[in-house]
């Protein structure tokens, strides 16, 4: 389940970050609730996406190529990023709130969502990365774990002496 919705966090902070920088250019109030609504559907996405860790540790800890301490960087970066996401969610809430009888959303919210959003996407890609981190060695920068240890085993090819 977690491989399934821990994209959708990461590309929803995105997105909606691009949605509201679009609507800072476009001085547009309606594009910066879109933004905001965003926001609050990525903190929503995020929940399962965050609980979903635990079990998905649990099945993939001790299969071989896999790294406990990477699995525990990925948790603790985790954590930090949930709680933007969720901040960022309750920021975006109170600014619709705030602007519900108004086309405009209020200066000082939008200011801080976006430092907030810039903040939580930057933290959203660094736990993604960490994550992909765990099983995919090219990430990581290393050849990963030898064929043996992964239970495949490219077929010997035959010596000279087979031949024979």
């Not at 905001?36 to 299969?63: C, H, M, N, Q, R």
């Not at 009888?101 to 939008?110: D, K, L, Q, T, Y």
């Not at 933290?123 to 240890?149: D, V």
Request: hydrophobic share 45%.
């Amino acid at each position: 389940m977690h491989l399934l919705l821990n994209h959708l966090p990461v590309f929803g902070a995105a997105f909606g970050l691009l949605l509201l920088l679009a609507a800072l250019l476009r001085k547009s109030g309606e594009l910066t609730k879109i933004s905001l609504a965003v926001f609050l559907l990525t903190a929503l996405i995020a929940i399962p996406a965050y609980l979903s860790g635990e079990p998905s540790e649990d099945y993939v800890k001790d299969l071989p190529g896999v790294s406990k301490d990477m699995i525990e960087e990925h948790e603790e970066s985790a954590v930090f990023s949930m709680a933007g996401v969720e901040i960022l969610g309750i920021l975006a809430l109170a600014a619709l709130w705030l602007s519900r009888h108004s086309s405009e959303v209020p200066r000082w919210a939008v200011l801080t969502t976006l430092i907030l959003a810039l903040a939580t996407t930057g933290l959203m890609a660094r736990t993604a990365n960490l994550g992909g981190q765990i099983r995919h060695s090219e990430i990581r920068g290393t050849s990963g774990t030898s064929p043996t240890e992964m239970g495949t085993t490219k077929p010997e090819k035959p010596s000279k002496d087979d031949k024979e």
